[in-house]
């Protein structure tokens, strides 16, 4: 769903990542998006509290609804990692 075939469409998104003290990347989320184009698009939001809990929600929009598509939740470990919680 992160992509289209329509020549109109349009997609920016925002990554989290995570690195250890080398610089070396460890994981990365996308923790938003959003892809549209003239009638439909795919959205995510994201919110971290301040126990750096993830919360994320999916949405596809149209021109008459808008419905919810997942929810997920993710922390980060000790060792950089994103897990679902």
Known sequence: MLGSENEKSSFN???LT???NQDVL???????YNNYDDIQSY???FYIDENFK??????T????????LSK???GIDEKGFFNKK
């Open 13 to 15: 998104y925002l990554c």
């Open 18 to 20: 995570t690195f250890n």
């Open 26 to 32: 460890i994981d990365s989320k996308i923790i938003y």
């Open 43 to 45: 959205k995510r939001f």
């Open 54 to 59: 993830i919360y994320l929600s999916d949405f």
């Open 61 to 68: 929009v149209n021109e008459l609804n808008t419905e919810i």
């Open 72 to 74: 997920t939740n993710f």
